[in-house]
């Protein structure tokens, strides 16, 4: 059995490697949250790296998966389009990524804000997980024992543009319009992305309020429902 608390990939048939076993930062919410502490109590003893959030908002905007990937893989289109393969964060995080990644990061604190949560830059958050050392967007990832190793996609058809942007990035923008939040950095990723992938992510809307059965509610009424 693979334990969830470690990022692995498979690489051949009952082979993986692992590239980080998480110390810390993990994130538990539970719907409604009035659930929170009972569920805590049943996983504190079995993966020790819990911490309990607010609600489940704070989970999904802590997740900085659709800051990273889609960033990084724009970024480096060329190379992954190309003959030769590459490690996604050693050679694909450079001090120009890293100051976009800072930007669109940011951006997800912002919008945390607007929800009442606090939410960790991912640099110092991934330094409690053990992924980084070094609380910087550039060095900070392309160093990071927790990601050394890892190969780029060899496609951008991949779960990178249409989990990230198609999912993540797409409920932040609809959390923003809600909101009344500019974000320019996160939208014109996704329409960046959208334009290269030749489809609207946004139209699509695989994840929005709407799609969740949420649009009707307020704000205000969603965070006490939650």
């Given at each position: 059995?693979i334990?969830?608390?470690c990022?692995y990939?498979?690489?051949?048939?009952?082979?993986?490697?692992?590239?980080?076993?998480?110390?810390g930062g993990v994130?538990?919410?539970?719907?409604p949250?009035s659930?929170?502490?009972?569920v805590?109590?049943l996983?504190k003893?079995v993966h020790?790296?819990v911490?309990k959030a607010?609600?489940i908002?704070?989970?999904c905007l802590q997740?900085a998966n659709?800051?990273l990937?889609?960033c990084?893989?724009?970024?480096n289109?060329a190379r992954?389009e190309?003959?030769?393969d590459?490690?996604?964060?050693?050679e694909?995080?450079?001090p120009g990524?890293g100051?976009?990644?800072?930007?669109?990061?940011d951006?997800?604190?912002q919008l945390?804000?607007?929800?009442?949560l606090?939410i960790?830059?991912?640099?110092h958050i991934?330094?409690?997980?053990?992924?980084?050392?070094?609380?910087?967007?550039?060095?900070?990832y392309s160093?990071?024992?927790?990601f050394?190793?890892?190969?780029?996609q060899t496609?951008?058809?991949?779960?990178?543009?249409?989990?990230?942007?198609?999912f993540g990035l797409?409920l932040?923008?609809?959390l923003?319009?809600r909101?009344g939040?500019e974000?320019p950095n996160?939208?014109?990723?996704l329409?960046?992305v959208?334009s290269?992938m030749g489809?609207d992510?946004?139209?699509e809307?695989?994840?929005?309020?709407?799609?969740l059965g949420?649009?009707?509610?307020?704000?205000?009424?969603?965070?006490?429902i939650l």
């Amino acid at each position: 059995m693979i334990p969830s608390k470690c990022l692995y990939t498979i690489i051949a048939d009952g082979k993986i490697a692992v590239y980080n076993r998480l110390g810390g930062g993990v994130l538990l919410a539970t719907l409604p949250s009035s659930k929170n502490d009972m569920v805590y109590d049943l996983l504190k003893p079995v993966h020790g790296c819990v911490e309990k959030a607010k609600n489940i908002f704070q989970t999904c905007l802590q997740n900085a998966n659709p800051m990273l990937h889609p960033c990084i893989t724009t970024l480096n289109a060329a190379r992954i389009e190309g003959p030769d393969d590459f490690f996604f964060y050693e050679e694909g995080v450079t001090p120009g990524v890293g100051r976009l990644l800072k930007a669109i990061d940011d951006e997800r604190i912002q919008l945390g804000k607007a929800l009442g949560l606090e939410i960790e830059n991912d640099p110092h958050i991934s330094i409690r997980q053990g992924y980084l050392t070094e609380e910087s967007y550039d060095h900070g990832y392309s160093t990071a024992p927790g990601f050394m190793g890892i190969k780029a996609q060899t496609q951008l058809d991949y779960r990178y543009y249409n989990e990230d942007a198609g999912f993540g990035l797409v409920l932040w923008v609809d959390l923003a319009d809600r909101l009344g939040l500019e974000l320019p950095n996160v939208r014109a990723m996704l329409q960046i992305v959208s334009s290269i992938m030749g489809r609207d992510y946004k139209a699509e809307k695989a994840r929005t309020l709407d799609t969740l059965g949420l649009a009707g509610y307020s704000i205000t009424e969603l965070l006490k429902i939650l």
